[in-house]
């Protein structure tokens, strides 16, 4: 069973630019969850999409939006990118919403460097 | 707002030597406890879910438990391969997304 695929694994991008990052969650799962990790701040939660439905928002700024399609494969696209947005960015699979009873499997995430 | 403390925030041991890594929370009505694994530059590996207080469960040579306030990863007889960072999160009643505390980094020397 395959897992969860986030691609491209690296990217980066200059201050001002916009980035789209791609997330294929295992088959079968609805619930697809974002994630910025960095060493200051840890993992905070950008968003939560359920099929195609964005369920939950984080408290990050409207340059961070996101979709999901109907095959639950989902985007994250970071507008007007700033030096601050440099992260790994992960993306969770689960089948049913996160934040339930069920565990969620995270991706290999996607290292973003902003200069 | 749901808190979660992890401690301590480094850790070194000893191959063999065994120990155990804390995760405080604080919820309105706990919905499920999550350990994730992570190592350098890599996605949260899944290992537990505990939903209620006095549940164990074990994997190798790892073993979760849960009270009313907090969650121990007890590693027994620790290999150099079990070096990464170890995350807890906690779902809950009152808030939908799960929220992780900021991991313990575990090194385990040959």
């Known amino acids: 069973k395959a897992g969860v695929t986030q691609t491209p694994r690296y990217l980066i991008k200059t201050r001002g630019q916009q980035v789209t990052l791609s997330c294929s969650p295992i088959?079968?799962?609805?619930?697809v969850s974002w994630y910025q990790q960095t060493p200051g701040q840890g993992l905070q939660f950008l968003f939560e999409?359920?099929?195609?439905?964005?369920?939950n928002k984080g408290n990050f700024p409207g340059r961070f939006s996101g979709r999901q399609f109907s095959n639950s494969r989902s985007e994250m696209n970071v507008s007007t990118l700033e030096l601050g947005d440099s992260a790994l960015y992960l993306c969770?699979?689960?089948?049913?919403?996160?934040?339930?009873?069920?565990?969620?499997?995270f991706g290999q995430g996607t290292r973003l460097t902003v200069v | 707002e749901d808190q979660v403390t992890q401690s301590p925030e480094a850790l070194r041991l000893q191959e063999g030597e065994s120990s155990s890594l804390n995760c405080s929370y604080t919820?309105?009505?706990?919905?499920?406890l999550f350990w994730y694994r992570q190592d350098p530059g890599k996605g949260p590996e899944f290992l537990f879910t505990?939903?209620?207080a006095g549940e164990e469960k074990e994997k190798e040579r790892l073993k979760a438990t849960l009270t009313k306030k907090e969650s121990f990863l007890h590693i027994t007889a620790p290999k150099p391969e079990d070096s990464a960072t170890y995350l807890c999160?906690?779902?809950?009643?009152?808030?939908?997304?799960?929220?992780f505390g900021r991991g313990t980094s575990l090194i385990v020397h040959p």
């Open positions: 969770a699979s689960s089948n049913e919403a996160w934040g339930g009873t069920t565990e969620a499997f």
């Open positions: 088959s079968g799962h609805r619930s």
């Open positions: 999409y359920f099929s195609e439905t964005q369920r």
């Open positions: 919820v309105s009505g706990l919905r499920g």
């Open positions: 505990l939903y209620s």
């Open positions: 999160a906690v779902a809950s009643g009152g808030s939908y997304i799960p929220t």
